[in-house]
């Protein structure tokens, strides 16, 4: 089977040979793997056999001009696409540093949020149709993709002032939601009208932190909940499923994502509380499941630990389909290549119908 068979049938749970299998080692997890026996010519995508999964999606970018401001042996200070600046270090992989922003406040917002309307210099039209087409070619599972909502926003203005503003100017928090939807819909619009195909929707959404969503379901009804149902209905409306990635515990609001159309959850992150088997039992009947398989387990010494994981979730997620592999977010660079040979064997094992 290809890749967009396997994806596909998990979206529509229902069973194919074995699960799909996909997953997001860092940068530098696959440099410690090529010390360590990965071919030097392969990336762990080629060398483990992961079903081949593209995004492509429109730049919904306030298209500021990229400028390095600043660039050290150790880190580069940049002023990138949103407006945003931020430090980013060369030795290690970590979350950019935060340093300002273009967008601060509810008047900056109004004198640059023209900047989000379409046009037609958000798609690199030859090059990336180009490739729609021989992924496709390939079998590849070609999704349509972009940050929405929150996740999106926190992309050109500060997290801390955009948490105050749901409290306290709730309405421009869902203008600047529903303008994000907005573009990326249109973008979608004009992409499908030129040629490009999508088999699914795969949009980025970080909203939960280790214990909770990072604001309440009550406020992810009022301000993002319809945004995302309009996104999803279009999706739909055009045959592409619908797969969220939100990092930290999300399960407070995973009903109300049901509700608002989503097909698939990502990555289900254990260490903020996410447990696979409990949301197959809860909702596998209304929705697949993406990840789940915790990368604590991958590193630990003990080989039996990361058997326990995969035996007892595997094949509890897979009954009926609706579920596809993942580790709970990023393979870090804890796990070797030996350790992570032997998660592989473990999917393929435990992932067979």
């Known amino acids: 089977m290809t890749a967009r068979e396997r994806f596909l049938a998990a979206l529509n749970h229902k069973q194919a040979d074995r699960v799909p299998i996909h997953d997001s080692p860092w940068g530098h997890t696959v440099n410690r793997w090529h010390r360590e026996g990965l071919p030097a010519d392969q990336g762990p995508g080629q060398y483990f056999g992961y079903d081949e999964l593209m995004g492509q999606g429109p730049d919904i970018s306030f298209q500021?001009?990229?400028?390095?401001?600043?660039?050290?042996?150790?880190?580069?200070?940049?002023?990138?696409?949103?407006?945003?600046?931020?430090?980013?270090?060369?030795?290690?992989?970590?979350?950019?540093?935060?340093?300002?922003?273009?967008?601060?406040?509810?008047?900056?917002?109004?004198?640059?949020?023209?900047?989000?309307?379409?046009?037609?210099?958000?798609?690199?039209?030859?090059?990336?149709?180009?490739?729609?087409?021989?992924?496709?070619?390939?079998?590849?599972?070609?999704?349509?993709?972009?940050?929405?909502?929150?996740?999106?926003?926190?992309?050109?203005?500060?997290s801390d002032w955009l948490l105050a503003a749901i409290a306290e100017d709730p309405a421009w928090v869902k203008q600047m939601f529903d303008t994000t939807v907005d573009l990326v819909i249109a973008g979608a619009e004009e992409m499908i009208g030129r040629g490009f195909e999508f088999d699914a929707a795969f949009m980025f959404d970080d909203l939960g932190y280790r214990k909770a969503t990072l604001f309440s379901p009550a406020a992810f009804r009022e301000l993002e909940f319809p945004s995302q149902q309009r996104l999803y209905d279009f999706c739909h409306a055009h045959n592409m499923p619908t797969i969220l990635h939100s990092c930290g515990n999300v399960r407070g609001i995973v009903p109300l994502l049901i509700e608002a159309g989503l097909d698939c959850l990502q990555p289900l992150e254990v260490k903020s509380g996410m447990d696979l088997v409990e949301l197959k039992q809860s909702f596998g009947d209304r929705l697949a499941l993406f990840g789940g398989i915790d990368v604590r387990a991958m590193a630990n010494p003990d080989p039996s630990v990361i058997e326990r994981e995969i035996a007892t979730k595997i094949p509890v997620a897979k009954r009926g389909g609706g579920y596809i592999y993942h580790s709970d977010h990023s393979v870090p660079s804890n796990v070797s290549f030996e350790q992570y040979t032997r998660v592989m064997e473990l999917v393929r094992k435990h992932g067979t119908f």
């Open 64 to 158: 500021f001009q990229h400028q390095v401001l600043e660039e050290t042996d150790t880190y580069t200070i940049a002023r990138d696409a949103n407006g945003a600046t931020r430090r980013n270090f060369k030795d290690h992989e970590s979350t950019p540093e935060l340093i300002d922003y273009t967008i601060r406040d509810r008047r900056t917002w109004e004198e640059h949020k023209s900047r989000l309307a379409w046009n037609d210099k958000r798609v690199d039209w030859d090059n990336a149709l180009k490739a729609n087409r021989e992924a496709r070619v390939r079998g590849a599972f070609v999704c349509l993709s972009n940050a929405i909502g929150y996740d999106r926003t926190q992309g050109f203005i500060r």
